[in-house]
C-alpha cells in the first residue's frame, strides 16, 4: 500500500436477487471461504483437503461443488465451534433467525480455481428463504 491507503486484492459481493445493490462480504483473502452472517462457510469439500480443489467422481475433479451448510450453533442453538481455526459463531448472530435454525445452499463454480469461485448462496429458515 501506498500513502497509507490498502488495495482489496481478494473480495467478495453478494447481489440482492433483482441485482440493483452489492454488499460486501468477507473472505479474509481465502477464496475457499466465505463469511456470510459472521459464519464461516467453507467453499471446499472437507475430504478435498486444505486448499485444494473438489473431489468429483472416479477421481476426477468437479467442476462444480453443491453443498448446505448449518452452521453447528443454529443445529444446537448453542454458542459452538466451527472448526475454523476455532471462530466462534453463535445462534442468531448477525442473521437475526429468531430461534430458527438457518441453512446455507451453497453452489460453488470453477473447483479447479483455488483463487476465485463464483457461485450462488441461497439462505434458508424454517419455511422461508
Known amino acids: 500500500s501506498e500513502n497509507g491507503k490498502l488495495t482489496t486484492v481478494l473480495d467478495a459481493v ?8 452489492i454488499k460486501n462480504l468477507d473472505n479474509f483473502s481465502n477464496a475457499t471461504r466465505l463469511v456470510v452472517d459472521g459464519i464461516m462457510i467453507p467453499l ?20 462444480i461443488y453443491e453443498t448446505t451448510y448449518t452452521p ?3 443445529e444446537k442453538n448453542t454458542q459452538a ?3 475454523a481455526g476455532g471462530m466462534q459463531t453463535v445462534s ?9 435454525t438457518k441453512t ?7 473447483s479447479n480455481l483455488n483463487y476465485l469461485k463464483y457461485g450462488l448462496l ?7 428463504t
Do not use: I, W
Open 104 to 110: 446455507y445452499k451453497v453452489q460453488a463454480c470453477c
Open 72 to 74: 453447528e450453533s443454529d
Open 92 to 100: 442468531n448472530a448477525a442473521g437475526g433467525t429468531s430461534g430458527e
Open 44 to 63: 471446499l469439500p472437507t475430504e478435498s483437503g486444505d486448499g485444494q480443489a473438489d473431489k468429483g467422481e472416479n477421481g476426477k475433479t468437479a467442476f
Open 81 to 83: 465451534q466451527t472448526g
Open 122 to 128: 441461497t439462505r434458508k429458515t424454517a419455511g422461508n
Open 14 to 21: 453478494e447481489l440482492t436477487p433483482d441485482g440493483k445493490e
